[in-house]
């Protein structure tokens, strides 16, 4: 049974065309921000004057082979979700630390202190060093509190620079909590972790780094 359609319907092909200059600032874009998905490229055309939704960025992505591929899948969640600890609800009311390393080009290893405010997204220490000794956490963590204000919560890992006599101290003299991670709980770092995968995605391995001067102008950009 034939069906009453028009044959010409079968053969449609839209005749809208994106403006050629979106195109290029969308290439533009992602060759900036390469781990930029879809929706952030978005929200950076709105402000331009681009009149485009989410769905046209998405399709245009699919188009020029931006989508973002992860290399491991998530894993299904299992079980009850566990009582976290309370959200942080204003400035400085929790703050997150961590140290990861990283390499010049020369083959010298640094190694980065990241402090990030949980309620502001803001970064109130993001400092690279040859080395980094529990003291010297202690002086740099000290400097940066001067500046704008000591923290009521630091949230870190049961590193030695974080554990350490001269950090306790510190933090008992001006009235920090320490908070460690609970015992077979990683998410408890999940912030700062995920945190310092940006960092290293879009900044560390998007540059080369010939000199501690260097990077630390870099990562200040």
Known sequence: MALQIDRSTNHYQSRRSV??????????IDKTHFRYGYRRVYYFLRPDGWAVNMRMVYRLFGEFGLQLHNKMHKRPVKGRLSVGRAPAVQLNDAWAMDLFHDHLATGLKLRFLTVVDKFARLLPLNDPRFNYCSEEVVTTLDR?????????TIRVDNGSEFISREMHLQAYQLGVVLDFPRTGK??????????????????LNAHLFFSLEGACEKLEA
């Open 186 to 203: 990683p998410t408890d770092k999940a912030f700062i972790d995920a945190f310092n995968s940006k960092l290293r995605s879009e900044c």
């Open 144 to 152: 940066a509190c001067r500046k704008i204000a000591y923290p009521k």
């Open 19 to 28: 403006p050629t200059f979106l195109n290029n600032r969308i290439k533009e």
